[in-house]
């Protein structure tokens, strides 16, 4: 199961899964994970998936340099 970090709340992280937000306990999310990053569920630890994170990023870049375009 794979998601994107919406944000943190005190001991809940709030991930966005499939396109509706789930409340999981801080206890189960790696350490290094931050807001918006692509995560995914591995033996019932949520961790970061670097590479995923990157190509999003670079997506989401990409569409906004073209919406602000001179």
């Known amino acids: 199961m ?3 970090v919406d944000r943190f709340e005190g001991n809940i992280v709030v991930i966005e ?4 937000t789930q409340d999981i306990s ?3 999310v ?7 990053d ?3 569920l591995v033996n019932g630890k949520w961790v970061s998936k670097k590479e995923q994170t990157d ?3 670079k997506e989401i ?10």
């Open 2 to 4: 794979k998601g994107i």
């Open 17 to 20: 899964i499939n396109g509706h």
């Open 26 to 28: 801080k206890d189960m």
């Open 30 to 36: 790696n350490t290094d994970v931050k807001v918006s």
């Open 38 to 40: 692509v995560v995914e």
């Open 55 to 57: 190509k999003r990023k």
């Open 61 to 70: 870049k990409s569409l906004m340099d073209s919406v602000w375009e001179d």
